[in-house]
Nanobody, 115 residues
Framework: QVQLVESGGGLVQPGGSLRLSCAAS????????MGWYRQAPGKERELVAR???????NYADSVKGRFTISRDNAKNTVYLQMNSLKPEDTAVYYC?????????WGQGTQVTVSS
């Protein structure tokens, strides 16, 4: 069983920055990909960014150039640096981990971009 705990969400003005963190704990053998998804009210959950254990990275087109995902494999932690935030980035952000073929989710952290 793997637990994911997110932190770093909050309220920020347009153009501001936030950094999300997600730490995995539990009986961890091998985590392949770790990433971030988000879900805005009335919308489906969507991929924001994802990084594999060997460094392959995917970003949603809407965040390219503004968001950066990074990982500390030794700490089983993934980060999401979000810059130039826009009101449309407002959502609940969920951490995701692929552990030996099974997907785990964090509880979510709210990000609100508003003036």
């Amino acid at each position: 069983q793997v637990q994911l705990v997110e932190s770093g969400g909050g309220l920020v003005q347009p153009g501001g920055s936030l950094r999300l963190s997600c730490a995995a704990s539990g009986r961890i053998f091998s985590i392949n990909a770790m990433g971030w998804y988000r879900q805005a009210p009335g919308k489906e959950r969507e991929l924001v960014a994802r990084k594999t254990s060997i460094g392959r990275t995917n970003y949603a087109d809407s965040v390219k150039g503004r968001f950066t995902i990074s990982r500390d494999n030794a700490k089983n932690t993934v980060y999401l640096q979000m810059n130039s935030l826009k009101p449309e980035d407002t959502a609940v952000y969920y951490c995701n981990a692929d552990h030996v073929g099974r997907f785990y989710w964090g509880q979510g952290t709210q990000v609100t971009v508003s003036s």
